[in-house]
Structure formats: structure tokens, C-alpha cells
């Protein structure tokens, strides 16, 4: 099972001419502990004679009115979950080459220093000296936490500095009192962290990262793309994939079936008669011209100038093929011109 790593690498990119740039980001489960990766990474850099700084972050839930009247919040602060880290490109791979295996063993030590604390608070000692009289395991559980957080403070600053002589244990007080005392032992018994040590294979894998796409490889491939072509019919797809004597023959759509042909046209001046002997509201024949349209639905008026010009011989002034204008008044179903 591999562990979380304790900082993420992006590929550095070149700013400027002999400076590259790389944004790191320190993905701990808590704020506290990114913070403290961060501070061993800013230590880092200072030993690796390349630059840093806290990238700002804004805050989403900013606004005027919940700064000045409502809960505080202001507009932004540093982002301690990253860091913006640049110089010349062989000093920049040199650390970053090196800040994995810092981090490990700064974590490393600190671990360690965590468990000299749980030794001691279950040894007969603490009993008898009285230091955990007045604790219950959620106050203990609190004096761990921030006793490692005191010893991981400590090694990083030994980073730079180098650790002093262990000194010893004061019996007389509690160790949450002496992260700085428990780190200069575990510093002196693992032997150090060498801030500088950085394998040169792993600094050539940096410096690789660092160089430019080639675009020139990049357009090659994209000239090479072909853009396959579509056959046309059935034989030409076979064609291409085997003996054209396999391909179906084609399906031709059958005719459309001829339409009836139109009723002979009636006498001029012949108009059907309806049940009752009168005229009849169907379309009747007027002159061999084609049968006008049935009058449902228009008003009276545009009824009558129907009919008398199915009616009129052709060329007189009634036979006209225009439709009345009241046959485009709105009217309702009882043929009553409806009110605009």
C-alpha cells in the first residue's frame, strides 16, 4: 500500500530566460499539517538558493457586507495548501529533487518523537511524578497533537541550523514541555537530514521536464492523420473488403401509384340540387374551372359572392378568382362575424 505523497510535483515551466517556475501543493488532510509542509519547503528553498512565496487565495464567500457587518470574512489571505517556488533551472531541479525525500524524513523523525511521548505518558514515571493527574484522554489526545507539531517545528529548523547537543530530560516537568529536548534526541540518534543531498539521476529527471514540447513532432502527427474515404454504393464498400460478385443488388423503390384521373367536367351553368330542390352548398362545375372550394365556415356574405361566381359564365365581371373580402372577417361556428 503506497502512502499519500506529501507534496505533488507539477511540471515547471519557463517564465523568463535561465527561470522556471513550479506552484507546489501540499495535499494534507488537515490545514495545519499543509502548513507545516510548507514552512519545511520554504526552509528548503532557502537552502537551495531559489525563491519562494505564499500564493494568495480569494475567499468565495467575500462580500462588503458580510466583512463589515456580517461574520468578518475578508477578501482573501495566503494559500499555505501552495507555493510558488522559482529560480535558475539547475538549482530549481537540485530542490526539487531533494524536497520529497526531506519531507519523508522530517515525517519520518517527527513519528518518532510522537511515539517517545506515548512511552513516556504510559510509563510509571509520569504516574508518579503526578503529571497526568489532572488529564482525562481527550486532553491527552490534545497534548500529543501539539507535541508533535512542536517537534516537527524543531526539525525543520535544524534543517538550516543544525541540531545543539541532546540535552536531558527534566523529570520534574511534563514532556509536552520538551519537544524541543525530544527532537534533539531523535535528530542525534537517526543521524540528521542532509538538506543537500540530491541523486543526480533524479536531477537529470527534472532538468528532462523542464525542456519544451517539440511542435515540429507535434504538426509530423497531425499531417500524418487521413481522413478515411466514404464509398458511394454497396459494390464499392465490398470492393474494398472482398470480391465485388458478393454484393447485393441494389433495392430500387417501386413507383408511386398514378393518382385517379379528375370527373369529366358538367354542363355550363349546371348546378346540383340539394334535398330540398335548392342550391346545394357543395362546389358544382362553372365553365370547365376548377371546383371552387367548399364555403364552410364564412360568412354570409362571402357565401353568396362564392356562389354566384361558380355561377357566372366565363369573362363576366362576377366570375372573378378572387374571393370576396368578408371571407377574411374571423367569424365563430354560427356564421357571425366575430368582433375584433
Known amino acids: 500500500m503506497t502512502s499519500r505523497p506529501y507534496v505533488e510535483i507539477p511540471r515547471p515551466y519557463e517564465f523568463s530566460p535561465d527561470r522556471f517556475d513550479v506552484e507546489l501543493n501540499f495535499p494534507a488532510s488537515s490545514r495545519k499539517r499543509a502548513e507545516q509542509h510548507q514552512s519545511i519547503a520554504w526552509e528548503l528553498a532557502r537552502i537551495h538558493d531559489v525563491e519562494a512565496h505564499t ?28 507555493l510558488e517556488v522559482h529560480g535558475n533551472p539547475r538549482s530549481l531541479a537540485r530542490y526539487l529533487a531533494a524536497l520529497q525525500r526531506v519531507l519523508t524524513a522530517v515525517e519520518r523523525l517527527a513519528t518518532r518523537a510522537a511515539r517517545a511521548f506515548g512511552s513516556w505518558r504510559r510509563s510509571l514515571l509520569a504516574q508518579f511524578e503526578g503529571h497526568l493527574e489532572y488529564e482525562d484522554p481527550t486532553t491527552l489526545r490534545i497534548r500529543a497533537q501539539d507535541f508533535r507539531s512542536a517537534a516537527l517545528t524543531q526539525l525543520t529548523r535544524f ?51 523542464m525542456l519544451p514540447l517539440q511542435l515540429s513532432v507535434v504538426e509530423a502527427m497531425e499531417s500524418r492523420e487521413v481522413t478515411p474515404q466514404v464509398p458511394d454504393t454497396v459494390e464499392e464498400l465490398l470492393e474494398l473488403s472482398g470480391p465485388a460478385e458478393q454484393a447485393p443488388a441494389e433495392h430500387v423503390p417501386a413507383a408511386a ?63 372573378s378568382p378572387f374571393v370576396h373580402p368578408a371571407a377574411a372577417l374571423p367569424h365563430d361556428g354560427a356564421d357571425r362575424p366575430v368582433a375584433a
Open 55 to 82: 500564493p494568495y487565495k480569494i475567499n468565495p464567500r467575500w462580500s462588503v457586507y458580510e466583512e463589515n457587518w456580517g461574520n468578518g470574512q475578508r477578501h482573501g489571505g495566503p494559500d499555505y495548501r501552495r
Open 159 to 209: 534543517l538550516a541550523q543544525g541540531a545543539p547537543d541532546a540535552g536531558h530530560r527534566d523529570s520534574s516537568r511534563p514532556l509536552w514541555e520538551q519537544a524541543d529536548t525530544v527532537a534533539a534526541e531523535v535528530w542525534a540518534q537517526a543521524g540528521g537530514v542532509n538538506a543537500w543531498e540530491a541523486p543526480e539521476d533524479e536531477v537529470q529527471e527534472q532538468l528532462q521536464r
Open 257 to 319: 401509384p398514378a393518382t385517379r384521373a379528375a370527373p369529366a367536367p358538367a354542363p355550363r351553368g349546371h348546378v346540383p340540387a340539394g334535398r330540398s330542390g335548392a342550391r346545394s352548398r357543395r362546389p358544382g362545375w362553372a365553365g370547365g374551372r376548377a371546383p371552387v372550394p367548399r364555403s364552410a365556415g364564412l360568412c354570409p356574405a362571402a357565401r353568396e359572392s362564392v356562389r354566384r361566381s361558380a355561377a357566372a359564365p366565363p369573362g363576366s365581371l362576377l366570375a
